[in-house]
């Protein structure tokens, strides 16, 4: 069973809480009603209170001081307790009053109206009430007046508590009912064992895209119709609660017990459809996370928290369910604190620098461009590889930053080498993300006009050849790059998602084979055959073809003999720092005018 709520006691403890909490907005609301109430019955004091076991706070008040009393002090404790309104012309005649602290002393309450709060569950939470420091008889008309006042507080602190705790689209406990509800369990000393688990359906870009396309409303419809889905499918107990906690995001809290754990729901719920509007479905892919907890183990937040790694972790890891992992998630938390310090290596332009690696004619030898390679020094951490922080930039808005300080090196490079001997293209990784902005090729225009240099010495090589061919926007990103000169190269052709017909698709002038497909020329037949066809093929679509990998003179000559146009590897030389660059070249061009 997941929590008691079949009583009034939960659930007036819960809704007290939620009034109890901090919320301007609502306050200086209710500031308003104790105006109009002292304005409308013609009494100068008016405050609106709420009683828990042993307080009375007062929430908004008018002329009247007090802010907090216990409860056996209070004046409203008769109003909620007896659940009437309570009604005292004068209380120095009353002999429940006569001696009353308030009343004999600050603030002198010598009149005292109040009329309970009650939610639609029928239970009184507060009073709004009406004194003054001298007697006042009291119609029934005022009473009329006064209860009907309290009636619209209600409703408007339903309103408020529905807007703050309900999903507006789904209709569905939001977030923000999911923490408190923890809380609540861990304030109430709930000791039994609980899981929460988190469900994804729907891929966030696809709906944003369909959004573009169709406009909201089908995706609301989408969204809507999932929350009616997905109770229907699992069919949770009565003890069970949904949540939505993003968009297009769910989550379920349940007993450890329950059936409905992540790898169920998983299950339960592969191959399903929603629907976009009549007519039109959607397929959903679901994954789930789930963890497991003890209220008061863990904040509130800490828990949710968890179950979000565990989904993140499945979704990463491409298996549909996956329980909260410790080391796992601490891999994740230092994934997080890499990317941070990225950040503050961007910002303040410190640890990161640049090797370069040339690309050479294999017909003759002679050095045609140089590829840019980032690097990161960590101030703790040391020498890091590539591999260890460019696939996480790549997965937030870092990879752009990242993108822009190599560019901005790179021709801050080429400004340096001006005049110089040296006059070689460098080309530089560029991300999906950046070809779809727009203008992005005018930007890159303008900084190399305005550092005096043509579009010719910065290449623009490009990776996430699926994702290219998705986007319209990176289509044409790229397509407005080759207009402005800029040489267009596809890095890592022949692995993954390597097919020739997608190539007329985009305006490309080097195909870069991935060193995977060069490395076993040496010594693999089906290599050589597959290779060969491969650099017959573009060389006959027009493409330069550039080998990476290349390690030794074999495979040079097997290379030369396909037709290949150029070729970048260690047999040549590895990435290096800018003055070694320096040396290498001046060394290739004595070899050649000398050798």
Same mark, same amino acid.
């Given at each position: 069973?997941?929590?008691?709520?079949? =009583?009034?006691?939960?659930?007036? #403890?819960?809704?007290?809480?939620?009034?109890?909490? $901090?919320?301007?907005?609502?306050?200086?609301?209710?500031?308003?009603?104790?105006?109009?109430?002292?304005?409308?019955?013609?009494?100068?004091?008016?405050?609106?209170?709420?009683?828990?076991?042993?307080?009375?706070?007062?929430?908004?008040?008018?002329?009247?001081?007090?802010?907090?009393?216990?409860?056996?002090?209070?004046?409203?404790?008769?109003?909620?307790?007896?659940?009437?309104?309570?009604?005292?012309?004068?209380?120095?005649?009353?002999?429940?009053?006569?001696?009353? $602290?308030?009343?004999?002393?600050?603030?002198?309450?010598?009149?005292?109206?109040?009329? $309970?709060?009650?939610?639609?569950?029928?239970?009184?939470?507060?009073?709004?009430?009406?004194?003054?420091?001298?007697?006042?008889?009291? %119609?029934?008309?005022?009473?009329?007046?006064?209860?009907?006042?309290?009636?619209?507080?209600?409703?408007?602190?339903?309103?408020?508590?529905?807007?703050?705790?309900?999903?507006?689209?789904?209709?569905?406990?939001?977030?923000?009912?999911?923490?408190?509800?923890?809380?609540?369990?861990?304030?109430?000393?709930?000791?039994?064992?609980?899981?929460?688990?988190?469900?994804?359906?729907?891929?966030?870009?696809?709906?944003?895209?369909?959004?573009?396309?169709?406009?909201?409303?089908?995706?609301?419809?989408?969204?809507?119709?999932?929350?009616?889905?997905?109770?229907?499918?699992?069919?949770?107990?009565?003890?069970?609660?949904?949540?939505?906690?993003?968009?297009?995001?769910?989550?379920?809290?349940?007993?450890?017990?329950?059936?409905?754990?992540?790898?169920?729901?998983?299950?339960?719920?592969?191959?399903?459809?929603?629907?976009?509007?009549?007519?039109?479905?959607?397929?959903?892919?679901?994954?789930?996370?789930?963890?497991?907890?003890?209220?008061?183990?863990?904040?509130?937040? @800490?828990?949710?928290?968890?179950?979000?790694?565990?989904?993140?972790?499945?979704? =990463?890891?491409?298996?549909?369910?996956?329980?909260?992992?410790?080391?796992?998630?601490?891999?994740?938390?230092?994934?997080?604190?890499?990317?941070?310090?990225?950040?503050?290596?961007?910002?303040?332009?410190?640890?990161?620098?640049?090797?370069?690696?040339?690309?050479?004619?294999?017909?003759?030898?002679?050095?045609?461009?140089? @590829?840019?390679?980032?690097?990161?020094?960590?101030?703790?951490?040391?020498?890091?590889?590539?591999?260890?922080? #460019?696939?996480?930039?790549?997965?937030?808005?870092?990879?752009?930053?990242?993108?822009?300080?190599?560019?901005?090196?790179?021709?801050?490079?080429?400004?340096?080498?001006?005049?110089?001997?040296?006059?070689?293209?460098?080309?530089?990784?560029?991300?999906?993300?950046?070809?779809?902005?727009?203008?992005?090729?005018?930007?890159?225009?303008?900084?190399?006009?305005?550092?005096?240099?043509?579009?010719?010495?910065?290449?623009?090589?490009?990776?996430?050849?699926?994702?290219?061919?998705?986007?319209?926007?990176?289509?044409?990103?790229?397509?407005?790059?080759?207009?402005?000169?800029?040489?267009?190269?596809?890095?890592?052709? =022949?692995?993954?998602?390597?097919?020739?017909?997608?190539?007329?698709?985009?305006?490309?002038?080097? #195909?870069?084979?991935?060193?995977?497909?060069?490395?076993?020329?040496?010594?693999?037949?089906? %290599?050589?055959?597959?290779?060969?066809?491969? #650099?017959?093929?573009?060389?006959?679509?027009?493409?330069?073809?550039?080998?990476?990998?290349?390690?030794?003179?074999?495979?040079?000559?097997?290379?030369?003999?396909?037709?290949?146009?150029?070729?970048?590897?260690?047999?040549?030389?590895?990435?290096?720092?800018?003055?070694?660059?320096?040396?290498?070249?001046?060394?290739?061009?004595?070899?050649?005018?000398?050798?």
């Amino acid at each position: 069973m997941l929590m008691n709520l079949g =009583g009034d006691e939960p659930r007036r #403890i819960k809704a007290l809480q939620a009034l109890l909490a $901090p919320d301007e907005s609502r306050d200086e609301v209710l500031r308003k009603f104790v105006q109009l109430a002292s304005q409308a019955l013609g009494i100068p004091g008016s405050f609106i209170s709420v009683l828990d076991d042993e307080h009375q706070f007062v929430r908004a008040s008018r002329n009247f001081d007090l802010k907090e009393s216990s409860r056996d002090d209070s004046l409203c404790r008769h109003v909620v307790d007896s659940d009437i309104p309570v009604v005292v012309p004068d209380t120095l005649q009353d002999a429940r009053f006569a001696t009353h $602290p308030l009343i004999i002393g600050e603030p002198f309450i010598r009149f005292y109206a109040g009329v $309970p709060l009650k939610n639609r569950e029928r239970i009184v939470l507060g009073t709004l009430c009406v004194t003054d420091t001298r007697p006042h008889t009291f %119609s029934t008309e005022q009473l009329a007046t006064l209860k009907l006042l309290g009636e619209l507080v209600m409703s408007f602190l339903e309103a408020w508590h529905a807007a703050s705790f309900t999903d507006v689209v789904t209709g569905l406990p939001n977030r923000q009912r999911l923490i408190r509800d923890l809380q609540f369990l861990a304030a109430a000393g709930d000791t039994t064992s609980r899981r929460l688990v988190l469900i994804d359906c729907i891929d966030m870009p696809r709906a944003y895209e369909l959004a573009r396309s169709m406009g909201m409303l089908p995706v609301e419809n989408l969204l809507k119709d999932m929350a009616t889905l997905l109770p229907l499918r699992l069919r949770p107990g009565v003890d069970d609660r949904f949540y939505t906690v993003a968009t297009g995001r769910f989550a379920i809290l349940t007993g450890a017990n329950s059936r409905l754990s992540a790898s169920y729901v998983a299950t339960v719920l592969q191959g399903i459809s929603a629907d976009l509007e009549e007519g039109i479905s959607v397929e959903l892919t679901a994954w789930a996370g789930e963890t497991a907890f003890t209220p008061g183990s863990f904040p509130a937040q @800490e828990i949710l928290r968890q179950g979000v790694s565990a989904l993140h972790e499945a979704i =990463g890891q491409g298996v549909s369910s996956m329980s909260f992992n410790e080391s796992f998630d601490a891999s994740r938390t230092d994934d997080f604190l890499l990317m941070n310090d990225l950040s503050v290596a961007l910002e303040k332009n410190e640890g990161l620098y640049l090797v370069y690696q040339p690309k050479v004619c294999l017909r003759t030898g002679v050095p045609l461009g140089l @590829e840019a390679l980032i690097r990161w020094k960590h101030p703790t951490r040391g020498e890091l590889s590539p591999a260890m922080f #460019i696939p996480l930039a790549s997965q937030t808005n870092l990879v752009s930053a990242l993108t822009e300080w190599v560019i901005n090196s790179v021709i801050t490079q080429q400004k340096a080498w001006r005049g110089t001997s040296i006059s070689l293209p460098i080309s530089v990784n560029v991300s999906e993300v950046d070809f779809a902005r727009e203008g992005y090729a005018d930007y890159l225009e303008d900084k190399m006009i305005k550092a005096g240099l043509p579009t010719a010495l910065l290449g623009i090589e490009c990776m996430e050849t699926e994702s290219i061919l998705e986007s319209p926007a990176a289509l044409k990103g790229l397509e407005m790059l080759k207009l402005r000169g800029f040489a267009l190269s596809l890095d890592d052709f =022949g692995i993954g998602y390597s097919n020739i017909s997608y190539l007329r698709r985009m305006p490309l002038d080097v #195909i870069k084979l991935d060193k995977s497909l060069i490395s076993e020329l040496s010594s693999d037949t089906a %290599s050589r055959i597959i290779a060969r066809s491969i #650099i017959k093929m573009l060389k006959d679509l027009d493409y330069t073809v550039l080998a990476e990998g290349v390690e030794n003179a074999e495979i040079v000559s097997t290379l030369r003999q396909y037709g290949c146009d150029q070729a970048q590897g260690f047999f040549y030389s590895k990435p290096l720092p800018v003055e070694e660059l320096q040396s290498w070249l001046s060394w290739k061009l004595r070899d050649r005018l000398y050798g």
